[in-house]
């Protein structure tokens, strides 16, 4: 069983900044991509930013520049720091893990709950 779970969404004012967390745990052999996606009311779920085990980072056009993403020393935490927010920022940001665990072949994809994240004056 694997759980990923989320913190640091919230409310904050247009031009401020957040920092998400994403912790991966259970029964895991090896993880290799970690990244945020996210989904706002009415839209399909959407690449925010990803980042493999090894080489660079991957992040959508609208987020460049604003948005960083971290891994932790661990390879099983996964960080988002986001700067000038804007509304359009506004949306439920989930983690996800591309990983293997013991006992099943290959890497899936797995995903946090979900975090809201309302960007608003």
């Known amino acids: 069983q ?11 004012q247009p031009g401020g900044s957040l920092r998400l ?4 745990s259970g029964s895991i052999a090896s993880v290799s991509t ?3 996606y996210r989904q706002a009311p009415g839209n399909q779920r959407e690449l925010v930013a990803t ?3 090894t080489g660079s980072s991957n992040y959508a056009d609208s987020v460049k520049g604003r948005f960083t993403i ?3 020393n661990a390879k099983n935490t996964v960080y988002l720091q986001m700067n000038s927010l804007t509304p359009e920022d506004t949306a439920v940001y989930y983690c996800n893990a591309r990983l293997a665990t013991w006992g099943r072949l ?14 608003s004056s």
């Open 51 to 53: 980042m493999p085990h």
């Open 2 to 12: 694997v759980q990923l779970v989320e913190s640091g969404g919230g409310l904050v």
């Open 21 to 24: 967390s994403c912790a991966a």
């Open 106 to 119: 290959g890497f899936n994809d797995y995903w946090g709950q979900g975090t809201q994240v309302t960007v």
């Open 34 to 36: 970690m990244g945020w």
């Open 70 to 72: 971290s891994r932790g």
